[in-house]
Structures are given as structure tokens and as C-alpha cells.
């Protein structure tokens, strides 16, 4: 298994600020990903944080709105930028090795008001 | 694009009764997970299924992946408030073993005395 911890648990910030979200896991990944689960919904992934090089972005989300960096194979960052209510939603940093278990994190709980 | 049904979307079961959740696919399952998630928080792995009619137990929790590994169900038995909460069904739809999953819609179990 993975343990991984995130920051900050949660954060409550105004509209049009941004906040960075870090990750960080205590064995080397080589996948990892940041999802987000907006209020009463399933999880939506944003991107596959990748080492190294630029991150892999689904349909829907951009790198100037959620930048992310992966500077070894043990950290993350997600950043939330220019922050609306309706980028208020869980975000969950996860982790997996090839053909075993996809671990989550605790999750950030942000609130933009 | 993959879209895995859970059903029901919410559960309301009488502490001590047994109970199941599904998980349906319109195409193969290479993997299939189940998670828990409290609410607000990060999600907790329960199984990983992988092979068609394979079945895992932990505890009072029971999950099969069916022969045609299209569908997968998830048991528990004799529920205890300790099971409450959201069970999320995530899938992997390659072979490759190394990308994102895909997760269903959600069930929220309730459990009353």
C-alpha cells in the first residue's frame, strides 16, 4: 500500500484567489492523479500528474486553470487558480503502481466564497 | 467513453441485515475496484477484483466480479453502523494495467438501529 498525505485538509478562500494543493506519498509512484468530487458527485479526474514533463489534462480542464506540478515521484502540487464557487469540490491526490491498487489520499475540502 | 452504473443510488438498511451494491459496465472490466468514503473525506480501498468470477471477503464485506466481467457486486453481511457511508466502484477499462479508472455514480448507505 501508499500512504499519502495531503495539504492543507481543507480551506475556505475568497473568489478569484488561488490555492496549492500538495501531495505527497511515502514510497516512489509511478502514476499519479488528481481528481475532484464536487458536492453529492462521483469523482472526475483532472489530470495524471506526470515526472518530469507537463501533466496530462482530461477534456474539460486546462493548465491555466489547474497547474500542476511533479517534481520527483514522491510529490505533487494542483493548483486552483482564479478560484470561483463553483471550484468548490474535494480534491483528492492518487496514487498507483502497474496492475495493483489505486490508493487516495484524505482529500482537500475547499470552499470559495 | 466507459460509464459504470452503480445501483441502488442510495441504501437505507436496518442495522444487523445483509445487504448488496452493484456495479454494471458496458464493456469488459480489466479491473474492478471498490472504495469507501466517509463523508467529506478521502477513500478508503476495500477490494480489487481482476479475474472473471473471481471473489474477495474482508471482514463482512464480499465482492464478486462476474464470468464476463461486466458486472461486479458487493456484499455485506449482518451491517453495522461501522459500514455506513459512500461505496464508489472504480474501473479499469484497459488491459495496460497503468491508466486512470473510471468510477460509477455512487451508493450511500444508511444504516439504522
Known amino acids: 500500500s501508499a500512504v499519502i498525505s495531503q495539504k492543507p485538509s481543507r480551506d475556505i478562500c475568497q473568489r478569484g484567489t488561488s490555492l496549492t494543493i500538495q501531495c505527497q506519498v511515502d514510497s516512489q509512484v509511478t502514476m499519479m492523479f488528481w481528481y475532484r468530487q464536487q458536492p453529492g458527485q462521483s469523482l472526475t479526474l483532472i489530470a495524471t500528474a506526470n515526472q518530469g514533463s507537463e501533466a496530462t489534462y482530461e477534456s474539460g480542464f486546462v493548465i491555466d486553470k489547474f497547474p500542476i506540478s511533479r517534481p520527483n515521484l514522491t510529490f505533487s502540487t494542483l493548483t486552483v487558480s482564479n478560484m470561483s464557487p463553483e471550484d468548490s469540490s474535494i480534491y483528492l491526490c492518487?496514487?498507483?503502481?502497474?496492475?495493483?491498487?489505486?490508493?487516495f489520499g484524505p482529500g482537500t475540502r475547499l470552499t470559495v466564497l | 467513453s466507459q460509464e459504470l452504473e452503480q445501483s441502488p443510488q442510495s441504501l437505507i438498511v436496518q442495522e444487523g441485515k445483509n445487504l448488496t451494491i452493484n456495479c454494471t459496465s458496458s464493456k469488459t472490466l480489466y479491473g474492478l475496484y471498490w472504495y469507501k468514503q466517509k463523508y467529506g473525506e478521502g477513500l478508503i480501498f476495500l477490494m480489487m477484483l481482476q479475474k472473471g468470477g473471481e471473489e474477495k471477503s474482508h471482514e463482512k464485506i464480499t465482492a464478486k466480479l462476474d464470468e464476463k466481467k461486466q458486472q461486479s457486486s458487493l456484499h455485506i453481511t449482518a451491517s453495522q453502523p461501522s459500514h455506513a457511508g459512500i461505496y464508489l466502484c472504480?474501473?479499469?477499462?484497459?488491459?495496460?494495467?497503468?491508466?486512470?479508472?473510471?468510477f460509477g455514480t455512487g451508493t450511500r448507505l444508511t444504516i439504522i438501529p
Open positions: 472504480g474501473a479499469d477499462v484497459s488491459n495496460f494495467g497503468n491508466e486512470k479508472l473510471t
Open positions: 492518487s496514487v498507483r503502481r502497474p496492475y495493483n491498487e489505486q490508493f
